[in-house]
């Protein structure tokens, strides 16, 4: 008999175990339940973004391909998405219809049609106008992010999008210009001469005589890209870097990667080269990621595409 409850015992103390692990495996984090990493690394006048392809539900696969990213028109723009696949969907579609509700508004944020008018010197010429588009910026698109994540605090979306581009920028540009004046007192062949000579160098004269410096600076506008890289929480909350964010299933590998590999002022080879080998780095200590990576390389003459091949096992 005592063996007999023995044994009951164990069996009990089995299936006790059997379901608090199934019950675990329900209440599994959402935002890792369907996978997905992201890594986007800031460079020269460039951002490069890389992505992983896999797509699950918990351990198990489903699919493979490239994850959904929101590129709006015309803009050094992108979105990425990690997080439960459905409030993916639901909040890129969201996006897109504020954006596009913006379209017919002069507000300056995106996308509106602007006229300008611009009048001649002449009283006789009649003005002329031209129509400007604008287009939607990264720190615009993240601000409208965060106000829709926000505004659904009671019952969020299972996201955390990555939003990357180039932002223009107007520096100041200082061009320095030093003239030299020679007082040549040798010079008495041709009295009808002038005895000074301007030259326009940045070197110093060495004739016989007098010398003057005049030293003239002229500034003009620049017109530049800045990387713009923000990540957000669940609930909207911004974190904005300079070097390199990222998000998703294989983050705290990423941090580590590509705190190592990141230089600053990377050219846009060096940084998509980069970017895809600390990403692929990080995807072979993380069994959950891989199956390979598209790495987007965002510059001012558009954005680009590398598939990259890793392990699938």
């Avoid at 369907?34 to 951002?47: H, R, T």
């Avoid at 992983?52 to 990425?80: C, E, Y």
């Avoid at 970017?275 to 558009?302: H, N, P, Q, W």
């Amino acid at each position: 008999r005592l063996s007999c409850w023995w044994l009951l015992l164990l069996l009990l103390s089995l299936l006790s175990s059997l379901t608090t692990t199934y019950a675990q495996q329900q209440q599994q984090d959402p935002t890792t339940l369907n996978g997905g990493s992201v890594l986007a690394m800031a460079g020269d006048e460039c951002v490069a973004l890389a992505m992983d392809k896999r797509f699950g539900s918990g351990p198990q696969m489903v699919n493979v391909a490239p994850r959904h990213v929101l590129t709006p028109k015309g803009g050094h723009l992108m979105v990425a998405f990690t997080g439960l696949e459905g409030d993916v969907q639901s909040l890129s579609q969201e996006l897109s219809i504020q954006i596009s509700s913006k379209l017919s508004r002069a507000l300056g944020f995106m996308g509106s049609r602007r006229r300008t008018h611009s009048s001649g010197s002449n009283n006789n010429q009649h003005a002329s106008s031209s129509w400007t588009t604008q287009i939607i910026s990264p720190s615009a698109m993240a601000s409208l992010t965060s106000h829709i994540l926000y505004g659904r605090k009671q019952s969020p979306y299972f996201v955390e999008p990555l939003v990357v581009g180039l932002e223009k920028k107007l520096r100041k540009h200082t061009e320095r210009t030093v003239s030299v004046e020679v007082n040549n007192a040798n010079n008495n062949d041709n009295d009808n001469d002038n005895d000074k000579t301007t030259t326009t160098t940045t070197t110093t004269s060495k004739d016989c005589g007098t010398e003057r410096t005049r030293t003239n600076k002229q500034q003009e506008q620049v017109q530049y890209y800045k990387p713009f890289l923000c990540s957000h929480d669940l609930l909207g909350a911004q974190s904005r870097s300079d070097a390199f964010v990222c998000a998703g299933l294989a983050s705290k590998s990423l941090y580590g990667t590509a705190e190592a590999l990141w230089k600053p002022k990377l050219p846009k080879e060096d940084l998509a080269r980069m970017c895809g080998k600390a990403f692929l780095s990080a995807l072979e200590r993380d069994c959950l990621s891989g199956y390979g990576a598209m790495v987007y390389l965002i510059t001012k003459d558009g954005i680009e595409e590398y598939d990259l091949a890793c392990r699938n096992d």
